[in-house]
């Protein structure tokens, strides 16, 4: 995750140093894909505040939606033909695994908070 991570911030900087209208989907991705990133990070704090994960799940889900926007701008049904068919299952597995992750611990953090109310 952290790869993909340095990653995002290369192409974040290297969009907004030519920036281009048409490249505003993208960057909407990459800041989604940033954003989801810091989510994974904040569960690594113990803290169980309702507020905290409210903002935690937020961020998470804002990571899923940006994956989403990324692979169908920049892949479109190639890419999505390639996710769901797992071909290479340790290529599809590392760039998959951390959408699942997300996934998971979205879907705990909404039972969570759930179950808080």
Same mark, same amino acid.
């Given at each position: 995750?952290?790869?993909?991570?340095?990653?995002?911030?290369?192409?974040?900087?290297?969009?907004?140093?030519?920036?281009?209208?048409?490249?505003?989907?993208?960057?909407?991705?990459?800041?989604?894909?940033?954003?989801?990133?810091? $989510? !994974? !990070?904040?569960?690594?704090?113990?803290?169980?505040?309702?507020?905290?994960?409210?903002?935690? *799940?937020?961020? *998470?889900?804002?990571?899923?939606?940006?994956?989403?926007?990324?692979?169908?701008?920049? $892949?479109?049904?190639?890419?999505?033909?390639?996710?769901?068919?797992? #071909? #290479?299952?340790? #290529?599809?597995?590392?760039?998959? $695994?951390?959408?699942?992750?997300?996934?998971?611990?979205?879907?705990?953090?909404?039972?969570?908070?759930?179950?808080?109310?």
């Amino acid at each position: 995750m952290t790869y993909f991570m340095v990653l995002s911030i290369y192409a974040l900087a290297n969009l907004l140093s030519k920036f281009d209208v048409d490249d505003t989907l993208i960057l909407i991705s990459i800041t989604f894909g940033i954003l989801g990133y810091v $989510g !994974l !990070l904040m569960n690594l704090k113990q803290s169980k505040n309702k507020n905290v994960e409210f903002i935690n *799940l937020t961020f *998470l889900s804002i990571g899923i939606i940006g994956f989403v926007l990324f692979n169908s701008i920049q $892949g479109g049904t190639k890419a999505w033909k390639w996710v769901i068919m797992i #071909e #290479e299952p340790d #290529e599809w597995l590392m760039f998959v $695994g951390p959408i699942l992750i997300t996934m998971y611990l979205s879907i705990i953090k909404g039972k969570r908070l759930i179950t808080k109310n």
